[in-house]
Nanobody
Framework: QVQLVESGGGLVQPGGSLRLSCAAS?????MGWYRQAPGKDRALVAG???????NYEDSVRGRFTISRDNAKNTVYLQMNSLKPEDTAVYYC??????????WGQGTQVTVSS
């Protein structure tokens, strides 16, 4: 099973930016960033194919950019123009989720003034 470790979260003001990283212990396939806000279900935010084709949830399209470095087994999420409603714990795993990949501990993103 591939282990995943997310990092890069933090507290940022509305309109700010953060870059999340997801480091995998082995090779990665199609991957996704998911988030879970308090009281809500975990949901896909952005996905990226092995070849780099990206897809986004409507609320983040144009603000978030997912990318990957296959040589480093790492997936990134650049988040710009952050809004309070982006506050959540962010996770990465395969897209769709698979038993071949773990869910990491996630990284907290808090958007607040």
């Amino acid at each position: 099973q591939v282990q995943l470790v997310e990092s890069g979260g933090g507290l940022v003001q509305p309109g700010g930016s953060l870059r999340l990283s997801c480091a995998a212990s082995g090779s990665i396939n199609a991957m996704g960033w998911y988030r879970q806000a308090p009281g809500k279900d975990r949901a896909l935010v952005a996905g990226i194919s092995i070849g780099g084709r990206a897809n986004y949830e409507d609320s983040v399209r144009g603000r978030f950019t997912i990318s990957r470095d296959n040589a480093k087994n790492t997936v990134y999420l650049q988040m710009n123009s952050l809004k309070p409603e982006d506050t959540a714990v962010y996770y990465c795993t395969s897209e769709p989720p698979s038993d071949d990949y773990t869910w990491g501990q996630g990284t907290q993103v808090t958007v607040s003034s």
